[in-house]
């Protein structure tokens, strides 16, 4: 009986590698994923347009984390309220905490990463692949937000509100 724990291949992908989806009118880019980390973490890179925002959520399984590569994003988390983040920001968000963002540049990309893995299922529920590596076209309809609250609550993520930062 071995111990060891099961061989995870390295992942090396470049600025135009990776799955996309256009997700909530972003283009998101699937970097890694619970089947290629062995189910330990999920990392996707996302370019947004201002405005572009999540539901008010909460997810029960996975702790998530953001880094802002580019341009201006204004994260809320619940107990300590808007927090204006640009490039080489970070934030940890632990599971069970309320949390949304919007994007307060003209354009801005940052990484989410989620741990454990598995956040991209989601992502995958309710987008749609991405037929090149830009911003959804205004023809790409955005789900209505009972559709993305019924969806999530089968990923262990629980939308609270609307997209944007509580008022």
Known sequence: ?????????????????????????????????????????????????????TPLHVHRHEDEWLYVTGGAVTFWVEGQGAVQATAGAFLYGPRGVPHTFEVTSEIARFLVAAEPGGL????????????????????????????????????????LGPPGIPR
């Open 1 to 53: 009986m071995s111990l060891a724990a099961p061989r995870i291949a390295p992942i090396a992908l470049h600025a135009h590698e990776g799955e996309t989806r256009w997700f909530l009118g972003t283009l998101a880019t699937i970097k890694a994923s619970a089947a290629s980390t062995g189910g330990r973490v999920t990392v996707i890179e996302q370019l947004a347009a201002r405005g572009a925002a």
């Open 120 to 159: 991209e299922d989601f992502v995958r529920a309710v987008s749609v692949p991405a037929v090149d590596r830009t911003l959804p076209p205004g023809s790409v309809q955005m789900p209505r937000l009972r559709d993305i609250a019924a969806a999530a609550g089968d990923y262990g993520i629980d939308i």
